[in-house]
């Protein structure tokens, strides 16, 4: 065999071996550095706002009108919350991001009285900075996103 064959075929079988090499590499488990600081998991402290602070009435309100307005091209706003009260909190697994489900009144300027199913969840607003909230008044879910009836935003 050629000096240049035995070059290639060493060459060839050391691409291979590096190869073969990184995909292990990739598959491995995190290491004890990459625990303690990136990779340590959740941790929650069940801190969620109370149902009837205005924190989260005033993200529905105003996501209820940028909604109106931007997908359906309508005027209609949330003037007022009654009746809002808690019906479960953290109903899942522990471990689970905590949520605080809520359940209340709207009236919107249209003059009508619409159930509202919500919840405020730890963690889940921008970039995991704070608290979201995911809301959906009943007969205003155009889009069907908890369709039906709302029943999707309860726990």
């Known amino acids: 065999m050629s000096a240049t064959r035995k070059s290639?075929?060493?060459l060839a079988t050391a691409a291979a071996a590096a190869l073969a090499v990184s995909v292990a590499a990739e598959s491995r488990a995190a290491n004890l550095f990459e625990l303690n600081f990136?990779?340590?998991g959740p941790r929650y402290d069940a801190v969620v706002p109370l149902c009837e602070e205005s924190w989260p009435l005033l993200q529905i309100?105003?996501?209820f009108a940028?909604?109106?307005?931007?997908?359906?091209?309508?005027d209609l706003k949330i003037v007022g919350f009654e009746r809002v009260h808690e019906v479960k909190?953290?109903?899942?697994?522990?471990?689970?991001?905590?949520r605080r489900f809520c359940s209340g009144r709207v009236l919107?300027?249209?003059?009508h009285a619409r159930t509202i199913h919500y919840s405020v969840a730890e963690s889940t607003g921008f970039a995991g900075a704070s608290s979201g909230v995911e809301w959906c008044v009943v007969g205003l879910d155009r889009?069907?996103?908890y369709n039906p009836a709302c029943k999707m935003?309860?726990?």
Do not use: C, H, Y
């Open 8 to 10: 290639v075929r060493l």
């Open 38 to 40: 990136w990779l340590s």
């Open 61 to 63: 309100q105003e996501a």
């Open 66 to 74: 940028e909604k109106e307005r931007r997908f359906w091209n309508s």
């Open 89 to 98: 909190f953290m109903p899942w697994a522990s471990g689970t991001i905590p």
């Open 108 to 111: 919107t300027s249209d003059g």
């Open 143 to 145: 889009n069907w996103a």
């Open 153 to 155: 935003a309860r726990p």
